[in-house]
């Protein structure tokens, strides 16, 4: 499976066979794609995290378990670097400056995925 999503990734980032204009439309189309895996990653991290023991003291009540707190700083994060991303492709509009941030989105949005497949394997706490 980690291969495959790799060799899709690269097909795509690395497909010449589109203008100058046309590539940026599919850049920022791939963009928007990478920030809607990124909220889904988010959501399910969340999930898998909630009323389970929290290791990070940020994201942990004061009984150590990852609750209203947690989720709020987590969403902090995203939403900050969503709207740092916006804010500088909206300043400068390029293909690859969309490539790059769908391509740190992705890598995030499977990290995050990855940490909630760990969650589950994880007892709640009594």
């Known amino acids: 499976m980690v291969r495959a999503c790799l060799l899709l990734t690269a097909v795509l980032f690395c497909h010449p066979a ?3 204009e046309g590539g940026e439309r599919w850049a920022k189309r791939l963009w928007k794609a990478s920030v809607a895996a990124l ?7 969340i ?4 009323g389970k023991r929290e290791v990070n003291g940020l994201l942990a009540n004061q009984q150590g378990v990852f609750s209203a707190q947690g989720i709020g700083v ?4 995203a939403g900050a670097a969503i709207g740092t991303q916006q804010y500088f492709l909206h300043r400068h509009p ?3 400056g969309y490539k790059t941030g769908a391509l ?3 890598a995030v949005a499977g990290t995050l ?4 497949v760990h ?4 007892r709640n706490v009594q």
């Open 18 to 20: 589109y203008g100058q």
């Open 39 to 45: 909220a889904a990653g988010s959501a399910v991290d």
């Open 47 to 50: 999930q898998s995290s909630l």
């Open 74 to 77: 987590k969403l902090a994060i």
């Open 94 to 96: 390029a293909a690859s």
């Open 104 to 106: 740190i989105n992705f």
């Open 113 to 116: 995925g990855g940490v909630a």
């Open 119 to 122: 969650n589950y394997g994880n």
